[in-house]
């Protein structure tokens, strides 16, 4: 079973404007890492944020862990057509597992 | 140098029939996952390999499903017996095993059963 929820399922915004996907999941992690996909294929790492970071940036990009809450939020600044995909948040446990647990993601939709 | 490569791109195949799925990792990377999206879902692991240690395969959902890692690097998925509930995309992720980082993923095998 997928260990992570996010929201909103989808998501569609004005080029130029930010946005805001969130995620939560169930038991302590190791981390937790933000995929993007497009058209369905191949997931593109986009960024990860350790269990004992709060706040971290690459570009356009901004992911904040709450693991009071066990919670992620992904911002996109300034977005742009390009953007549109679907994201994902995956987490790893905090156990000897390596593999990635699965949100069930959130599509978001950038109009020109 | 080369990313996870997956053939073939896209297979359809009748019920019941078996298929094999393919998975080339990059180079030097000793962990090999195989993850199932079905039709608008999100990624549900099936099984990970790490360098010569027994697979997990605790996420495969029945024995009709197995996966062979040879050699090390190339890896095969064998769907026997197919149903129509086995159609998704397979993805295929690769990194240095011992990792909990970045998985690098192949742009995956569209299955469909008819």
């Known amino acids: 079973s997928q260990q992570g929820e996010e929201d909103p399922q989808a998501l569609s915004i004005q080029e130029g404007e930010n946005a805001t996907m969130n995620c939560s999941y169930k038991t302590s992690i190791n981390n937790l890492q933000w995929y993007r996909q497009n058209s369905g294929r191949g997931l593109v790492h986009l960024i990860l944020?350790?269990?004992?970071?709060r706040e971290k940036h690459s570009g356009r990009l901004r992911v904040t862990l709450d693991t009071s809450k066990k919670s992620s939020s992904l911002l996109i600044t300034a977005s742009r057509a390009a953007d549109t995909a679907s994201y994902f948040c995956?987490?790893?446990?905090?156990?000897?597992?390596?593999?990635?647990?699965f949100g069930s993601g959130t599509r978001l939709l950038v109009r020109p | 140098g080369a990313g996870v490569s997956q053939s073939p791109s896209n297979k359809v195949t009748e019920k019941g029939k078996d298929v094999e799925l393919r998975c080339d990792p990059i180079s030097g990377h000793t962990a090999l996952y195989w993850y199932r999206q079905s039709l608008g879902q999100g990624l549900e692991f099936l099984i990970y390999f790490q360098g010569n240690s027994a697979p997990d395969k605790s996420g495969l959902p029945s024995d009709r499903f197995s996966a062979e890692r040879t050699g090390g690097s190339v890896s095969t998925l064998t769907i026997q017996r197919t149903q129509q509930e086995d159609s998704a995309v397979y993805l295929c992720?690769?990194?240095?095993?011992?990792?909990?980082?970045?998985?690098?993923f192949g742009p995956g095998t569209r299955l469909t059963v008819l």
């Open positions: 995956a987490t790893v446990k905090m156990d000897s597992s390596y593999k990635l647990i």
């Open positions: 944020i350790r269990s004992n970071e």
């Open positions: 992720a690769s990194n240095i095993a011992g990792s909990t980082d970045t998985q690098y």
